[in-house]
């Protein structure tokens, strides 16, 4: 059960990092059209960091034997949190508002 609970968990974090690294990218490539922020950039490694050791902590689950409803839901709804909070940092268009600092 570890397997399949851990394989979801991953993708939904892989999808946050995946959001993350789009987004440093279009800063490090367009710096002009995005104004960077260094705040933001600091939230932005202190997400990337926090995914990667939940991520890594997730494997102490694999001494569970019996996988109750409760902690199957705990993993996803954190998994899916660490994804919000990824998808937050780079909400799309943000020429509009005049960068990360605003």
Do not use: N
């Not at 999808?15 to 933001?40: C, D, E, M, N």
């Not at 050791?53 to 689950?61: A, Q, S």
């Not at 940092?89 to 605003?102: A, I, M």
Request: proline share 3%.
């Amino acid at each position: 059960m570890f397997e399949y609970v851990m394989v979801l968990a991953s993708i939904i974090v892989g999808l946050g990092l995946t959001h993350l690294l789009q987004g440093v990218s279009l800063v490090a490539i367009f710096p002009a059209r995005t104004k960077p922020y260094w705040i933001h950039l600091v939230w932005v490694a202190y997400m990337f960091l926090t995914a990667v050791m939940w991520w890594w902590f997730e494997f102490r689950f694999h001494t569970v034997e019996v996988w109750t409803f409760s902690l199957f839901l705990f993993v996803l709804v954190y998994a899916f949190i660490i994804y919000l909070m990824c998808a937050w940092l780079f909400p799309g268009e943000v020429d509009e508002r005049g960068g990360y600092k605003d």
